[in-house]
């Protein structure tokens, strides 16, 4: 194995986890938010959107209907950037950087 697919994998296998923990974050804070209980802070959500949870994040708020509303548009503008910063990360990987 090349030291490219190992970073190909490593950093694939970082935005599935990373993904997943977002998504039930987002979950989570939804389920809290109909009991009326303690919540997660919007930042922390925002923070593992941005940081490669956006595949999970976005996904969460749509089908959790969590943080979609008007006034939570930023929630949107974060995830969708996430995403395309990612991409164009793992991009680069595969097709700019030399290993």
């Not at 749509?62 to 990612?86: D, S």
Request: aromatic share 18%.
């Amino acid at each position: 194995m090349t030291t490219k697919q190992i970073v190909i994998i490593a950093y694939a296998s970082y935005l599935a986890l990373l993904s997943f923990i977002t998504f039930i974050a987002y979950g989570v804070d939804k389920s809290k938010a109909k009991k009326g209980k303690y919540r997660t802070k919007e930042k922390t959500l925002l923070l593992l959107s941005f940081l490669g949870g956006a595949f999970g994040g976005y996904p969460a708020m749509l089908i959790f209907r969590h943080k979609t509303k008007g006034e939570h548009w930023y929630f949107t503008v974060v995830n969708w950037l996430g995403l395309l910063i990612h991409i164009a990360l793992m991009l680069c990987i595969i097709f700019v950087f030399k290993f």
